[in-house]
């Protein structure tokens, strides 16, 4: 196409479009002042309610604190410095409360820069708005209100990158039974049970001893019948005797029944005994 014949329109898309032609639009929500700032606060909550402590603890009771310090000798003040950090790092529920909302608030935070990369976005611009986030003994329980225009199925198959956002093991999600607009995606950061040490009672007699100890067969060995007592009977050792034509001996073989018998053979006849003694050739 020459120079001379290309509109004003195409120069314009030329610039911002790709090889294809295709312009990815992304409106942003028209939101008064008021609403930007409660969604603000809101999402800085627990930022600005730390800011806030800090502020007022030195603010109202720096002096006293400063002049406290300075009244005890040095050798007490590193005392109180050391009991102080070895109270914060031992576990208690002080340190676990901080920890989780620690957690809990970088866990929102990475969540919603995931579904603005992920352009979870409805044709106004809004994303779905983040509830709550609670702690649990795997990680963090994370509720979405979806707006209108999104639902679940624009989380499918995104449960993997969910995980690589919040820096998790893995992502759960699932919708509400009573509600479709509430979702709940459960981030696992650690296994309770892939360090602990769960004993049985059934293995008393082998769970002090060492592997190398316990052979491969030691349930089999232990389960097997006990042969070692006394010696095994002929009369069961023996495969059982099939009835039917003479063979080159003049021994005959005769065929047991699924009851315990006990068959004594000779040249002349054959004699089938049953389990009380009593003679049943005649029923065989």
């Not at 042969?227 to 003049?250: I, M, V, W």
């Not at 053979?265 to 009380?276: C, F, K, M, P």
Request: glycine share 6%; proline share 5%; net charge positive.
């Amino acid at each position: 196409m020459p120079k001379s014949t290309r509109t004003r329109s195409t120069r314009r898309a030329g610039r911002g479009s790709t090889a294809t032609g295709t312009i990815e639009t992304i409106i942003r929500p028209s939101q008064s002042t008021p609403v930007k700032v409660l969604l603000a606060v809101w999402r800085w909550r627990w930022e600005l309610f730390v800011l806030a402590s800090i502020a007022y603890i030195t603010i109202a009771h720096g002096t006293a604190i400063t002049g406290y310090f300075r009244s005890n000798p040095l050798w007490l003040n590193a005392l109180l410095i050391i009991v102080l950090c070895g109270w914060i790092v031992t576990d208690n529920p002080a340190r676990r409360f901080v920890l989780n909302r620690f957690w809990c608030v970088i866990t929102r935070h990475r969540l919603r820069a995931c579904l603005v990369e992920m352009r979870t976005l409805n044709y106004s611009g809004n994303l779905p708005f983040i509830v709550a986030c609670f702690s649990t003994k795997t990680g963090q329980i994370v509720w979405l209100w979806m707006r209108p225009g999104l639902s679940m199925e624009d989380l499918d198959n995104k449960a993997e990158t969910i995980a690589s956002a919040c820096w998790a093991r893995s992502a759960v999600i699932a919708r509400s039974k009573r509600n479709a607009a509430v979702v709940r995606i459960e981030i696992n950061r650690r296994d309770p049970l892939s360090k602990t040490h769960i004993t049985s009672p059934l293995l008393n007699d082998t769970s002090d001893m060492p592997e190398a100890a316990v052979a491969d067969d030691a349930v089999m060995a232990f389960l097997g019948p006990d042969t070692t007592g006394s010696a095994p009977d002929e009369s069961t050792a023996q495969p059982p005797a099939k009835t039917g034509s003479a063979n080159t001996t003049g021994e005959t073989r005769t065929r047991t029944s699924k009851t315990k018998t006990t068959a004594a053979v000779s040249d002349s006849q054959t004699v089938i005994l049953g389990a009380n003694g009593e003679d049943v050739s005649d029923y065989v």
